[in-house]
């Protein structure tokens, strides 16, 4: 039992802004009281968050152990963690280990991390991955929208078998919600090609294009009453101009729920390199009437990094613009991921644009709690980085100082300089927690009510943002302390979410001699047993509305 | 001047980075003698293993069989270490000035990804000398690498800048994915010398084997090489006269990249 | 550049192998995977594929080729760089190639059939990754793929030994970021092949003790290796008892994984697949002990790191 005394609570899902009261701590949830035999945390002085909520992260499974592999020389540089007796060994740097992942979010006062991509045929491998980081707590999207046995159900116009293949696919990958990345374009990659337009006919098929799948999708999730919408990585990523690419997502999308994840990197005008521009205005337009929406922000930061996305043909182009290192992985029927180490440069005019996007979207999207703060770790950025964000979000004047160092010839491209709004305390505990949480549908994170998941975090109140959100003072996750003062404590191992949307049993006997033709494992083998995910909780399909 | 010597040599390898002068220089003998040195896991102390003599000073010399003492002269960027015996591995790796000198043999990864300053081998060297470590883009970027000896395999492997002398016979893929800078090769080398090779140059006093991507471009005595063989000489590291005159064989490659490197081998009369 | 078994199986029309021999070393691979099954996009299955088998002998699996390329031993990093070149376009001497044991009218055969193939894919073998070159070789037949990509899709994949190597790769993988040759003795993980791989640290001597799970290095090492396996503690856990455990202080016989122990076992496409043992052992499994000895060692005072202020860049 824990009293946390005196703290400034920001609680916005519960109309807390910045109140002075205690909250109090029982078995592993907030509680009304508890007695004076309990433990109290002087939080005088300090904030008190709920933990952090990252709803697109990606921390664990094939595509991002492919990319570990790949850059030696950075993990070499890299901050070690060194074996203690609270600690396991391993290395920070782009791509964490298991370990360091949970140490580093947890060290945050982040408690929540939903990794954003899974292939079920490799999905064993992200829960033994999700086991191995400790402290928070995890679910995952699972990748759809390349599926072949589903792309091949919509060009018949077989929706309701898509749906109950779908549903299947879910359970069987032990996931929380479906994923969509380039819809149409990664199974056009499995010739070479992409997909761009969103009524192109897919590659290798004569009717079935990435609006059908998007919309198909989407309305799927709705019917299935996922907690969490249809997450959607938009067709055209990176490309100058894609905006339109993205507004028209919107479009299809119309009607229904939909996350579109990391806009940033959909949000682009221009024609070509040279003219790429920043278009977050209009997107802000289009997301801000489209109340149906919700999306993260998947931000940049200058510096060194890797991407890492189910995106192959994309990765494929930055391969050739950039010359280095190069990975591809397609899995069979499902999926692929492409891996390109990159770094952001200020000196790079496309790179300039691209840092300005993500913070003009969080500038100009009216209503913070349907934006979520991330960076696509590591894409944009490593997610140990979020609390730059927040300072440059919070303090217009350092937004200035940073525009400082950008030619004419790069302001004129982005909208940034213009803007003035500073993100309070409440709304950066919206974009980083409450908004998320709901986001995702996970109804006991994200705010501090009565019978919520005990994960807090407690930060000294103090004039640097960065400093402050990258160095909490105490962090306390399931009711128990695990950071105190810098020092991890516990570490416990967190919990994983998944759903168990209904679905006929009988469309076993459809996949079954589908498999046997298709994939090269048993049909028996490939789900996901129970046992193999690690302190599961099954959540109810019951979406429940704003 | 500083002396440590080594008591006797250890089956488990030292782990010894704070040989080198830009630690050692500032410290009094006491200090000195509690620097950690790791053996295996184990933290311990400098005099655990070595006898110290004097205090810390810009010259330093080691004494003793160090082939299993590793990272001696780490990021140093100044002074002088002259080592009477072998050394271990990592030898000046990073380091960007001062000067390293070997009488007896050195093992792997000889002034890996250094920038400048200058090493000099007495005996023999092992592979990766002056190279990249796993997956960097570049290996050494400057410097000088002189061996008396022969050295192994992947010499200069994805070497930048700098100049690198052997005069004994070096063994496979010597000047790997090179992109720039010089290799000389007194006595030639095994197979694969200048594999996938971008830029850069590899000069040879003895023929090679040449792999099928790399043609015969010229024939010509380049000007170039009578500076080196004076700068060289000026670094202790003498070059027979004969070897700068007559005619040397040019071959670009290496075609597979395709690169623009090329290989120097000296025709004798 | 590589994909799951399952793609090679819908889609590869072209396949070449490189330094194996699947006949006799992966009985399963031509029939389940890569030459004989009807795929989703291969719908007459062997038909409709071509094999290259590139090799220094005639071995079982040339049978099976419809081309079979006899390369002189040792030339296969010679023959790859070649390959590497014509696939741009650049002109080679039909003399430079002659080292090889090949023409060059057969390399630009082979060149124009990858360029012509929708979906080839280069399976290589220990014939190349073993042999003189090594990791250079496996170098070489990963970026011939990855370059062949701007012509049509064509991927590499080694061709994995027995064991659960793979699996070992991918943990090693996300608990340290590195696949093997992995020092944890300053607290923290650090990668050096050749200097902390485990031929190199015991042919050196640099360790003062070895404990060998699922391995036999006493059978295959070259003789300082095993001298020193002999001369210093050594503890083997294995089924069976091993070369290596004639050598050993200890020799601790455990279930065999996948007969009578359960788990994981990652495919060479790194496809984890659950392990259902059919048998029962009177054995312990090599968890059981490894969970035992780790107790029994946490029993004892704890070791941790002196962390260092600046750390050391391998």
Redesign the interface.
């Given at each position: 039992m824990i009293r946390i005394r005196n703290g400034k609570v920001y609680d916005p899902a519960n109309g807390v802004n910045g109140v002075i009261r205690d909250v109090c701590i029982a078995d592993g949830k907030i509680v009304a009281e508890v007695d004076v035999a309990a433990r109290t945390l002087d939080a005088t002085g300090m904030f008190v968050f709920p933990g952090g909520v990252d709803v697109h992260t990606h921390i664990?499974g094939?595509a991002l152990?492919f990319a570990?592999?790949l850059i030696?020389e950075q993990?070499?540089?890299a901050?070690?963690?060194?074996?203690?007796?609270y600690r396991?060994?391993?290395?920070i740097?782009t791509?964490p280990?298991?370990?360091a992942t949970g140490y580093v979010y947890a060290g945050m006062g982040w408690t929540t991390a939903n990794e954003a991509a899974v292939p079920v045929?490799?999905a064993?491998?992200t829960h033994?991955?999700l086991h191995?980081t400790p402290i928070i707590d995890k679910t995952c999207c699972v990748l759809m929208a390349n599926n072949?046995i589903v792309l091949d159900l919509l060009e018949n116009d077989e929706q309701d078998r898509a749906k109950q293949v779908v549903a299947w696919y879910v359970w069987a990958a032990k996931a929380y919600g479906i994923k969509a990345v380039n819809p149409g374009g990664v199974a056009g990659w499995?010739?070479?090609k992409d997909c761009k337009g969103l009524s192109d006919v897919i590659p290798?098929y004569k009717k079935v294009t990435p609006a059908k799948m998007i919309s198909s999708l989407a309305q799927i999730a709705d019917e299935l009453n996922l907690p969490h919408p249809v997450h959607i990585h938009c067709n055209n990523l990176g490309a100058p101009g894609n905006a339109s690419t993205t507004i028209e997502t919107m479009k299809i999308l119309e009607g229904r729920r939909a996350h579109l994840a990391h806009l940033q990197y959909h949000a682009y005008g221009g024609d070509d390199w040279f003219t790429m521009r920043s278009a977050a205005v209009e997107i802000a337009e289009h997301f801000n009437a489209n109340t149906n929406l919700t999306c993260d922000a998947g931000a940049v930061l200058f510096g060194n990094t890797v991407t890492v996305t189910a995106d192959g043909p994309w990765q494929?182009l930055l391969y050739q613009l950039t010359g280095r290192k190069?990975?591809?992985?397609?899995?069979?029927?499902e999926t692929?991921c492409g891996v390109v180490p990159y770094v952001y440069k200020e000196k790079n005019v496309v790179n300039a644009v691209q840092w300005a996007v993500g913070l003009e979207l969080l500038l100009l999207i009216t209503d913070p709690w349907r934006i979520c703060l991330t960076t696509d770790h590591p894409n944009g950025a490593t997610f140990w980085r979020y609390p730059e964000i927040v300072q440059l979000l919070m303090n217009a004047d350092f937004r200035k100082e940073q525009l400082k160092q950008f030619p004419d010839s790069t302001l004129s491209r982005m909208v940034l300089p213009e803007l003035t709004r500073e993100y309070t305390l409440s709304e950066i505990a919206i974009i980083t927690s409450a908004g998320p949480a709901r986001t995702l549908g996970l109804t006991q994170k994200g705010h501090l009510g009565i019978g919520a998941d005990a994960d807090i975090a407690i930060y000294n109140e103090s004039n640097d943002v960065a400093q402050m959100f990258a160095h909490p003072r105490y962090v306390i996750k399931s009711g128990e302390v695990v950071v105190e003062e810098g020092e991890l404590r516990k570490s416990g191992e967190g919990r994983q979410f998944a759903v168990k949307p209904e679905y006929d049993e009988s469309i076993e006997d459809f996949l079954r001699p589908l498999f046997q033709?298709?994939?090269?494992?048993s049909f028996e083998?490939y789900p996901v047993?129970c046992d193999?995910v690690h302190n599961l909780e099954v959540h109810a399909c019951k979406y429940c509305g704003k | 001047m500083l002396t440590v010597t080594l008591k006797e040599p250890t089956?488990?390898?030292l782990?010894a980075?704070a040989l080198s002068p830009d630690v050692l220089a500032p410290l009094k003998h006491d200090a000195i003698c509690a620097l950690?040195v790791?053996l295996?896991?184990r933290?311990m102390r400098l005099d655990d293993f070595f006898t110290v003599e004097g205090d810390g000073s810009e010259e330093i010399e080691l004494r003793g069989d160090l082939t299993?003492v590793k990272?001696i002269g780490?990021?140093m960027t100044r002074g002088k270490i002259r080592i009477v015996g072998n050394v271990g591995?990592?030898l000046g790796?990073?380091m960007t000035g001062g000067s390293i000198e070997v009488t007896g043999n050195a093992t792997?990864?000889v002034g890996g990804e250094m920038s400048g300053g200058s090493i000099h081998i007495g005996g023999n060297a092992g592979?990766?000398l002056g190279c990249a470590?796993?997956g960097s883009m570049s290996g050494m970027s400057g410097g000088t690498i002189l061996v008396e000896g022969s050295a192994g395999i992947e010499l200069g492997m994805r070497m930048k800048r700098g100049l690198i002398a052997v005069r004994g016979s070096v063994r496979?893929?010597a000047g790997?994915q090179m992109k720039g800078g010089t290799i000389v090769l007194m006595s030639g080398a095994e197979?694969?010398t200048g594999?996938?090779m971008q830029r850069g140059t590899i000069i040879s006093m003895k023929p090679l084997r040449l792999?099928?991507?790399f043609?015969h471009a010229c024939d010509y005595n380049p000007m170039f090489l009578g500076i080196y063989t004076k700068h060289l000489a000026t670094l202790g590291f003498s070059i027979p006269h004969e070897v700068t005159q007559g005619t040397y064989r040019r071959y670009t490659g290496?075609?597979?990249?395709?690169g623009k490197g090329e290989l120097l081998v000296w025709q004798p009369r | 550049?590589?994909?799951?078994?399952?793609?090679v199986?819908?889609?590869a029309d072209f396949i070449i192998y490189w330094g194996g021999n699947p006949a006799e070393c992966h009985p399963r691979h031509f029939t389940?995977?890569a030459l004989t099954p009807?795929?989703?996009?291969i719908p007459r299955g062997r038909k409709d594929r071509t094999m290259v088998l590139v090799d220094i002998r005639e071995t079982m699996s040339a049978k099976a080729a419809d081309i079979f390329l006899q390369v002189r031993p040792g030339k296969d990093?010679?023959m790859l760089?070649?390959l590497?070149?014509l696939v741009?376009g650049?002109?080679?001497?039909e003399d430079?190639?002659a080292?090889?044991g090949l023409k060059l009218e057969q390399l630009q055969d082979l060149v124009a059939r990858m360029k012509a193939a929708?979906?080839g894919v280069l399976f290589f073998g220990m014939g190349l990754s073993m042999t003189?070159?090594k990791h250079?070789n496996s170098a070489a037949a990963l970026t011939l793929a990855?370059e062949m990509?701007a012509f049509?899709?064509f991927?590499a994949m080694p061709m994995r030994g027995h064991g659960n190597v793979t699996g070992a790769d991918?943990?090693m993988?996300?608990?340290?970021?590195?696949?093997f040759g992995i020092h944890?003795?300053?607290?923290?993980?650090?990668?050096?092949?050749?200097?902390y791989s485990t031929i190199d640290l015991l042919v050196r001597?640099?360790?003062?003790a070895t404990l060998v799970l699922g391995a036999d290095p006493g059978a295959t090492m070259p003789k300082p290796a095993i001298e020193h396996l002999k001369r210093t503690p050594t503890i083997v856990l294995d089924p069976k008892v091993t070369h290596t455990s004639r050598l050993s202080r200890v020799h601790i016989t455990t279930a065999a994984t996948g007969i009578s122990a359960p788990g994981?076992v990652?495919r060479m496409d790194?496809?984890?697949?659950?392990l259902s043992p059919p048998l029962k052992s009177p054995y312990p499994t090599d968890e059981e002990v490894m969970r035992r000895i780790r107790e029994a060692v946490q029993r004892k005072e704890?070791?941790?790191?002196?962390?260092?202020s600046?750390?050391?860049?391998?």
């Amino acid at each position: 039992m824990i009293r946390i005394r005196n703290g400034k609570v920001y609680d916005p899902a519960n109309g807390v802004n910045g109140v002075i009261r205690d909250v109090c701590i029982a078995d592993g949830k907030i509680v009304a009281e508890v007695d004076v035999a309990a433990r109290t945390l002087d939080a005088t002085g300090m904030f008190v968050f709920p933990g952090g909520v990252d709803v697109h992260t990606h921390i664990g499974g094939a595509a991002l152990n492919f990319a570990r592999g790949l850059i030696p020389e950075q993990h070499r540089k890299a901050t070690p963690i060194f074996h203690s007796q609270y600690r396991r060994a391993g290395i920070i740097g782009t791509t964490p280990t298991t370990f360091a992942t949970g140490y580093v979010y947890a060290g945050m006062g982040w408690t929540t991390a939903n990794e954003a991509a899974v292939p079920v045929l490799s999905a064993k491998h992200t829960h033994e991955e999700l086991h191995d980081t400790p402290i928070i707590d995890k679910t995952c999207c699972v990748l759809m929208a390349n599926n072949e046995i589903v792309l091949d159900l919509l060009e018949n116009d077989e929706q309701d078998r898509a749906k109950q293949v779908v549903a299947w696919y879910v359970w069987a990958a032990k996931a929380y919600g479906i994923k969509a990345v380039n819809p149409g374009g990664v199974a056009g990659w499995k010739w070479g090609k992409d997909c761009k337009g969103l009524s192109d006919v897919i590659p290798g098929y004569k009717k079935v294009t990435p609006a059908k799948m998007i919309s198909s999708l989407a309305q799927i999730a709705d019917e299935l009453n996922l907690p969490h919408p249809v997450h959607i990585h938009c067709n055209n990523l990176g490309a100058p101009g894609n905006a339109s690419t993205t507004i028209e997502t919107m479009k299809i999308l119309e009607g229904r729920r939909a996350h579109l994840a990391h806009l940033q990197y959909h949000a682009y005008g221009g024609d070509d390199w040279f003219t790429m521009r920043s278009a977050a205005v209009e997107i802000a337009e289009h997301f801000n009437a489209n109340t149906n929406l919700t999306c993260d922000a998947g931000a940049v930061l200058f510096g060194n990094t890797v991407t890492v996305t189910a995106d192959g043909p994309w990765q494929h182009l930055l391969y050739q613009l950039t010359g280095r290192k190069w990975g591809n992985l397609d899995v069979e029927n499902e999926t692929g991921c492409g891996v390109v180490p990159y770094v952001y440069k200020e000196k790079n005019v496309v790179n300039a644009v691209q840092w300005a996007v993500g913070l003009e979207l969080l500038l100009l999207i009216t209503d913070p709690w349907r934006i979520c703060l991330t960076t696509d770790h590591p894409n944009g950025a490593t997610f140990w980085r979020y609390p730059e964000i927040v300072q440059l979000l919070m303090n217009a004047d350092f937004r200035k100082e940073q525009l400082k160092q950008f030619p004419d010839s790069t302001l004129s491209r982005m909208v940034l300089p213009e803007l003035t709004r500073e993100y309070t305390l409440s709304e950066i505990a919206i974009i980083t927690s409450a908004g998320p949480a709901r986001t995702l549908g996970l109804t006991q994170k994200g705010h501090l009510g009565i019978g919520a998941d005990a994960d807090i975090a407690i930060y000294n109140e103090s004039n640097d943002v960065a400093q402050m959100f990258a160095h909490p003072r105490y962090v306390i996750k399931s009711g128990e302390v695990v950071v105190e003062e810098g020092e991890l404590r516990k570490s416990g191992e967190g919990r994983q979410f998944a759903v168990k949307p209904e679905y006929d049993e009988s469309i076993e006997d459809f996949l079954r001699p589908l498999f046997q033709q298709h994939y090269t494992m048993s049909f028996e083998n490939y789900p996901v047993s129970c046992d193999r995910v690690h302190n599961l909780e099954v959540h109810a399909c019951k979406y429940c509305g704003k | 001047m500083l002396t440590v010597t080594l008591k006797e040599p250890t089956t488990v390898p030292l782990e010894a980075e704070a040989l080198s002068p830009d630690v050692l220089a500032p410290l009094k003998h006491d200090a000195i003698c509690a620097l950690p040195v790791l053996l295996g896991k184990r933290s311990m102390r400098l005099d655990d293993f070595f006898t110290v003599e004097g205090d810390g000073s810009e010259e330093i010399e080691l004494r003793g069989d160090l082939t299993k003492v590793k990272w001696i002269g780490q990021h140093m960027t100044r002074g002088k270490i002259r080592i009477v015996g072998n050394v271990g591995m990592h030898l000046g790796a990073y380091m960007t000035g001062g000067s390293i000198e070997v009488t007896g043999n050195a093992t792997d990864w000889v002034g890996g990804e250094m920038s400048g300053g200058s090493i000099h081998i007495g005996g023999n060297a092992g592979g990766q000398l002056g190279c990249a470590y796993r997956g960097s883009m570049s290996g050494m970027s400057g410097g000088t690498i002189l061996v008396e000896g022969s050295a192994g395999i992947e010499l200069g492997m994805r070497m930048k800048r700098g100049l690198i002398a052997v005069r004994g016979s070096v063994r496979d893929f010597a000047g790997l994915q090179m992109k720039g800078g010089t290799i000389v090769l007194m006595s030639g080398a095994e197979l694969r010398t200048g594999a996938w090779m971008q830029r850069g140059t590899i000069i040879s006093m003895k023929p090679l084997r040449l792999l099928p991507t790399f043609a015969h471009a010229c024939d010509y005595n380049p000007m170039f090489l009578g500076i080196y063989t004076k700068h060289l000489a000026t670094l202790g590291f003498s070059i027979p006269h004969e070897v700068t005159q007559g005619t040397y064989r040019r071959y670009t490659g290496d075609a597979a990249v395709p690169g623009k490197g090329e290989l120097l081998v000296w025709q004798p009369r | 550049m590589s994909c799951t078994l399952g793609e090679v199986k819908n889609r590869a029309d072209f396949i070449i192998y490189w330094g194996g021999n699947p006949a006799e070393c992966h009985p399963r691979h031509f029939t389940k995977y890569a030459l004989t099954p009807k795929g989703k996009f291969i719908p007459r299955g062997r038909k409709d594929r071509t094999m290259v088998l590139v090799d220094i002998r005639e071995t079982m699996s040339a049978k099976a080729a419809d081309i079979f390329l006899q390369v002189r031993p040792g030339k296969d990093f010679e023959m790859l760089t070649i390959l590497r070149a014509l696939v741009k376009g650049q002109r080679i001497n039909e003399d430079a190639v002659a080292e090889t044991g090949l023409k060059l009218e057969q390399l630009q055969d082979l060149v124009a059939r990858m360029k012509a193939a929708k979906f080839g894919v280069l399976f290589f073998g220990m014939g190349l990754s073993m042999t003189r070159g090594k990791h250079m070789n496996s170098a070489a037949a990963l970026t011939l793929a990855a370059e062949m990509n701007a012509f049509t899709k064509f991927v590499a994949m080694p061709m994995r030994g027995h064991g659960n190597v793979t699996g070992a790769d991918v943990i090693m993988r996300y608990t340290t970021t590195y696949p093997f040759g992995i020092h944890m003795g300053r607290g923290y993980p650090r990668f050096n092949p050749g200097e902390y791989s485990t031929i190199d640290l015991l042919v050196r001597g640099d360790n003062d003790a070895t404990l060998v799970l699922g391995a036999d290095p006493g059978a295959t090492m070259p003789k300082p290796a095993i001298e020193h396996l002999k001369r210093t503690p050594t503890i083997v856990l294995d089924p069976k008892v091993t070369h290596t455990s004639r050598l050993s202080r200890v020799h601790i016989t455990t279930a065999a994984t996948g007969i009578s122990a359960p788990g994981t076992v990652y495919r060479m496409d790194e496809i984890p697949l659950p392990l259902s043992p059919p048998l029962k052992s009177p054995y312990p499994t090599d968890e059981e002990v490894m969970r035992r000895i780790r107790e029994a060692v946490q029993r004892k005072e704890p070791w941790y790191p002196v962390p260092t202020s600046a750390p050391q860049m391998t």
